[in-house]
C-alpha cells in the first residue's frame, strides 16, 4: 500500500477515526487543536488503539511528543511545529514525517527536513480555517510535483471528489479531505466513492 493513500481524509475526533477504520480508509490524519500534553496523549493513544490490528494508518498532526510516546508510527507537521519540533527525535522514534507547505520558502524549508511526503495547500478556497495563503491552483501541483521529485505530493484544501481526476493528472499523489467527508449529508457514500477513485489508480 502506498502511504500516504491517495484518499488522506483529515479529521478531528475519535469518532470519525472510528467511523473512517470500519469503512476500511488507508490514511486518516487526526488534527485536533489546543490540547495540553496529557490530552494529546490519550488522545493519540485512544486513536491507534481503533486502528490497532486494521490496514488503516494514523497520522498524528502536530503533536510530535505524544506520537513517540504512544509509539505511533506516522506524523505530520505545519510549518510552525516544524520550527519548533525535534526532528532527531522523531527519526529516533522511526516516524514517518509530513510537511504542510504553502510558498516557495516553505518548500524549501520542508525538504531540508527530507519528509516522507509534501502536502501543498489550499488548492481551492475553503472555509474551515482562516488562511494566510491564497488558493495555489492546480496548475502549481505540476510545478510542486517537477520540484520534489520522488517524494509524495498531496493536495489539501477545498477539493471535491469531483476534481480527483484532474488534481491525480496534474501530478498529485494523494489528496486530502476534510469538508467533502465532514460536511457531506452521506459521509460514508462519500467515502466509498474516493476509495472507488483509489482503487481504479491503483
Do not use: C
Not at 488507508?26 to 486494521?54: C, F, H, M, P, Y
Not at 510542486?144 to 521529485?149: F, I, L, S, T
Request: no cysteine.
Amino acid at each position: 500500500m502506498p502511504y500516504p493513500d491517495r484518499f488522506y481524509p483529515v479529521v478531528d475526533s475519535l469518532r470519525w477515526v472510528k467511523r473512517l477504520t470500519a469503512l476500511g480508509v488507508g490514511t486518516i490524519q487526526l488534527r485536533a487543536k489546543e490540547l495540553n500534553d496529557s490530552e494529546a496523549l490519550q488522545l493519540v493513544s485512544d486513536a491507534l488503539e481503533i486502528t490497532r490490528n486494521t490496514p488503516t494508518k494514523l497520522v498524528v498532526n502536530d503533536y510530535w511528543r505524544a506520537a513517540i510516546l504512544a509509539n505511533a508510527q506516522h506524523l505530520h507537521l505545519g510549518q510552525e511545529d516544524l520550527a519548533e519540533a525535534d526532528l532527531h527525535a522523531i527519526r529516533e522514534a522511526k516516524l514517518t514525517l509530513g510537511i504542510s507547505t504553502h510558498d516557495d520558502a516553505e518548500l524549501e524549508n520542508a525538504l531540508r527536513a527530507d519528509p516522507d511526503y509534501v502536502a501543498l495547500g489550499p488548492i481551492f478556497p475553503t472555509t474551515l480555517k482562516s488562511m494566510r495563503f491564497a488558493p495555489q491552483g492546480i496548475a502549481k501541483i505540476t510545478e510542486w510535483k517537477k520540484r520534489v521529485g520522488n517524494i509524495p505530493l498531496v493536495a489539501i484544501g477545498g477539493i471535491k471528489f469531483e476534481q480527483a481526476a484532474e488534481i491525480f493528472a496534474a501530478g498529485a499523489d494523494s489528496i486530502a479531505v476534510v469538508s467533502d467527508v465532514t460536511q457531506n449529508a452521506d459521509p460514508d457514500a462519500r467515502v466509498k466513492q474516493w476509495l472507488g477513485e483509489s482503487a481504479k489508480a491503483a
